[in-house]
């Protein structure tokens, strides 16, 4: 199996970097829609009826889970900040992977070194 170049492995790294910068607006957490009362006692939903539609973020902040109400009039932009923030941890988790695949080719040179110049002495 032929081993990827460390300057290769570093070339992808700066390109995602690079997609990084470019990088818009985001918001860190899932999106997701939720079923509520609006707190109205004259509505359905306040006497067993549907509920309304909610959207929230959801996000874990201390340990502990964080909830944030979205206006309706902001869903859109909210859906493309959490979309945004989806793409960016793709991109680090890809930056983290091809990190250590410079690491473990930088080891698998050093091994051959070592092994090379070991049997450049036996050889003598």
């Given at each position: 199996m032929r081993q990827t170049s460390i300057a290769m492995l570093e070339k992808q790294i700066n390109a995602?970097?690079?997609k990084l910068g470019q990088c818009k607006q985001f918001i860190?957490?899932?999106?997701?829609e939720s079923k509520r009362k609006c707190g109205n006692?004259?509505?359905?939903?306040?006497?067993?009826?549907?509920?309304?539609?909610a959207h929230i973020i959801t996000k874990r902040e201390n340990g502990k889970t964080k909830t944030i109400y979205i206006p309706v009039g902001m869903l859109e932009k909210v859906g493309e900040w959490s979309r945004?923030?989806?793409k960016i941890k793709e991109l680090i988790?890809?930056?983290?992977?091809?990190?250590?695949?410079?690491i473990a080719a930088a080891k698998e040179?050093?091994?051959a070194a070592v092994r090379a110049a070991r049997a450049a002495r036996m050889a003598k």
């Open positions: 995602r970097i690079a860190v957490g899932s999106l997701v006692k004259n509505c359905q939903c306040a006497n067993g009826g549907e509920l309304h539609n945004e923030y989806k988790r890809e930056i983290d992977q091809l990190s250590e695949k410079v040179r050093k091994k």
